[in-house]
């Protein structure tokens, strides 16, 4: 599956003037698929555009930024591929573009399968391992969850990554680690 891994890869969906941070499943022998919550805009856009692009980014702020605001027009490129017009993020190190079909819908979850169209690797330096970027990315997901229900064992886990942002990030990781705590009150 070239960019795409065995397992869940955490990339940035791109869907019509939207962005925000999403996984996208890969098993062996099936088509990759996304699980998504009812309710966000990410869903509705794929549900009435019928494309999504995954944006692999070495900039572990965007995940933060993505997750709790808006995307400027200025953050995209628009993109001809798969007979449709679509938009991926102008800074990503590769993109791939994909046609969805719903799969199965619950009653919170819809889940969806993508048909790739299109890849593009745009930087071709690897991103040396940073602990300090994975707890950006651990503490962004449970973020997204603690703003609603303010639970105390959310918050552990959260502070818990950001001693890790705060121990092993570069200056970027303690940024996104400030976002972080601005959005969390904590
Ligand atoms: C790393 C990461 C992965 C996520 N994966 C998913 C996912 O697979 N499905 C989903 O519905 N939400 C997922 N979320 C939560 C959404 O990003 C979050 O609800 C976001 O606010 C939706 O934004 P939107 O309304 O602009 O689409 C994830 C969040 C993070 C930080």
Redesign the pocket.
Known sequence: MGLLGEG?T?VI?V?KD??????IIVKPGMSPR????K?????ENILKHGWVTANFVSDCYL??Q???S?AAPSDFSEVFVGGVMMQRLLGADAWMGFLTRVLHETEE?YYIELMPVASEYIREDPRPINRGFNSV?DA??H??RYVHSRDDSLKMLIEYHLGIIAKCGGPREREAGVLLKEICGL
Do not use: D, K, Q, R
């Open positions: 869940i955490e969906a869907t939207n962005a925000a941070p999403m996984g996304m699980i998504l919550f309710g966000s805009a990410t869903v995940y933060p993505y997750a709790f808006n979850t990315i962004t997901v973020a997204t």
